[in-house]
Each structure stands twice: as C-alpha cells, then as structure tokens.
Nanobody, 121 residues
Framework: EVQLVESGGGLVQPGGSLRLSCAAS????????MSWVRQAPGKGLEWVSS????????YYADSVKGRFAISTDNAKNTLYLQMNSLKSEDTAVYYC??????????????WGKGTLVTVSS
C-alpha cells in the first residue's frame, strides 16, 4: 500500500532552519508529482510547495518563496523541504502528499500523518 512518512520536525528559534523529509513507498515515486501542505493551529490547510517532472519544475506559496526549497532524492524515494529563516507564522503541522492530476482532476490522493514544526523563542 501507499505510505508517506514525514520526519524532521521540532522546536526551532525564529531565524533558524530545519529540513523535513518524507519517505515514500508503494508507488512509482520518480514519475509522481509531490506537494507539501501545512496546517497552523486553529487554521485550515495551506498549500506550501510542489515539485513536478523529476525536479524540473518547482512552485512555492508567496508566504515561503525565497526561504523554503523543495527537492527529491529518487534513489531513496524521499521528498525534502529545506526551511530557512523560519518565522513564528511557519508554526504548523507539515504534511507531504502525492499529487494526482489529469484533464479533469487536480488534488492530493495520499497524505502522510504530518510532522509538527514549532518556531518560538
């Protein structure tokens, strides 16, 4: 079955850095588009970043552009999110998700359980 397992979250001070990882299994990872989505306390889901076409295309929300970087290691079936210059507003549970898309559909069909990032002094 499809499994997505996030890791790397924790407590960090404002201005600090973290790298999140998502270990994937149960599907052909190298041909899949992947995304990071987050949920801040008391808030709804917010799309953060996506990567397509074997790292040839990446996209970021305006709130994280220039600070975060998404990447993959296909040999390890792993998705990463490098997070720099972290702000308190980045505090959230971060989820990795597999993207499904065709002419009629666009969304995330499988999700991990999430990893908590807390940015606080």
């Amino acid at each position: 079955e499809v499994q997505l397992v996030e890791s790397g979250g924790g407590l960090v001070q404002p201005g600090g850095s973290l790298r999140l990882s998502c270990a994937a299994s149960g599907f052909f990872f190298s041909s899949s588009a992947m995304s990071w989505v987050r949920q801040a306390p008391g808030k709804g889901l917010e799309w953060v970043s996506s990567i397509y076409s074997d790292s040839s295309s990446t996209y970021y929300a305006d709130s994280v552009k220039g600070r975060f970087a998404i990447s993959t290691d296909n040999a390890k079936n792993t998705l990463y999110l490098q997070m720099n210059s972290l702000k308190s507003e980045d505090t959230a549970v971060y989820y990795c998700a597999k993207v499904v898309r065709d002419y009629y559909h666009y969304g995330m069909d499988y999700w991990g359980k999430g990893t908590l990032v807390t940015v606080s002094s």
